[in-house]
């Protein structure tokens, strides 16, 4: 594992309409992420997405099998990249129809699981799509971190970079006051 602290702040939707599937994901998640949300078919996951955004609550990755009632994870997650472009999706399936694999990329999916799970491969990339957001929020941060420090220097500190010309190509703005 990269980070379980990391893994230990992110939250995760999990939707399968197998009960008995559903309890076994249910149950191995839980001991590496914050919280696991869980619903039984697209509609009810897509509620639980839309709910969540409502409140500022932030689910990190969506976990769904493809083939359920009332609404497919294909059409959930259609409606779902509507509002958001970069979640990161998994996709289970018990059956590698080639209609869901082909719209499944197009929309982004970052990997698609057959059944039965294996427990230690979907870990491992599950792994990889969080250690992508892991490093995507570690730059964020850095970037805001990076921006604070140049705010101060500019307030002390008078800044000017000439060519090899001998030509002024950057100042900032206390040195053009000064």
Partial sequence: MFNKEFLKKLTILLIEDDAVTLKQLEKSLSRLFFK?????????????????????ENIDLIISDINMPIMNGVEMLE???????????????????????????????????????????????????CEKKYYEKLIYEKTLELEAYIKVVNSVSTICKINDQGEIIFTNKLFLET
């Fill in 36 to 56: 696991v949300i869980t619903a039984t078919n697209g509609q009810e996951g897509f509620d639980l997405y839309q709910h969540d955004k409502v409140l500022d």
């Fill in 79 to 129: 409606k779902i990249r509507i509002h958001d472009l970069e979640i990161p999706i998994i996709f289970t399936t018990a059956r590698t129809e080639t209609e869901y694999l082909l719209k499944s990329i197009s929309l982004g999916v970052e990997y698609y699981a057959i059944k039965p799970i294996n427990m230690e491969d979907i870990l491992k990339k599950i792994e990889k799509v």
